[in-house]
């Protein structure tokens, strides 16, 4: 396939594009106008509606994984906006111009988010479960719905909902791993909330599996079948470094340190990959430990 993605230097894109490339497709990238990287390049500034549509004619798939990162500062309502806004701004443009084309992509995957069910308990979640509450929850929601104008363009339209990525190159764990190196994890508030994870290599997986397949369409749980509460996430980490994790974070505490985004580490979302499991996607490390185990050595591993 000839594919293009947005967010390519990113966690998930800079290894999607390495996974694709490896897999004989034609990769080309969406670059910001202060991109270093020029490689198989087409310019777009979302944060200014620019994005000449004459430049995306002609691929078979467009994967969207552009955004404002969500740990990369205390959440204020400053950082809020700018997070939703990242978002939603960039996935509408996007749309558009992919559904005004004379020849447009079969599919438009585009990234989403666990937070898009909000703090809903031990409740299992598939993709027909309702959005929930909360600033994720509905950042997220109109997150998805900003792609409407590509599906009712005719294009498959798949929204990603990516929980937890584990990977040592980023994300989470490279933060947590020095603290609980040290002895001193432990989990955050009640330990109770459930956290629906991915391993980085099914991620990629899934997302290529998701391009490949025309039977998969709308929302698509991009998690782990077997997700963990807080605590044993804290235990199994614990586990595989070899550590302690006696110590428990107080919720105002991460209230304090955190602002907004404590909503993020403290909801539980019990998701279920229903739709990826239906089509028959096979996970490469659906167990918390065997999952670690893997994420602390793939720095390198893509």
Known sequence: MRVLISGS????????VRALEDGGHDVHRLLRPQSRSAANGIMWDPA?????PRH???FDAVVHLAGENIANRRWSEEQMARIRDSRIGSTTLLAEALASLDSPPAVFACAS???YYGDRGDALLDE???PGQGFM???TKEWEDATGPAASGGIRVVNLRIGVVLTAAGGMLPRVMPIFKLGFGGKLGSGNQYMSWVSRSDAIGATVWALEHDDLSGPVNVSSPSPVTNSEFTRALARTLGRPAMFTVPQVVLRIMQGGMAEVVTSSARMEPTRLRTSGFKFEH???DSA???ALTDASAF
């Open 286 to 288: 659906p167990d918390i």
């Open 128 to 130: 027909d479960a309702p």
């Open 48 to 52: 200014s509606g620019n994005l000449d």
């Open 113 to 115: 988010a666990a937070g």
């Open 137 to 139: 929850a509905e950042s």
């Open 292 to 294: 670690l185990r893997w």
């Open 9 to 16: 230097t990113g966690l998930i894109g800079s290894s999607l």
């Open 56 to 58: 995306i004619e002609g």
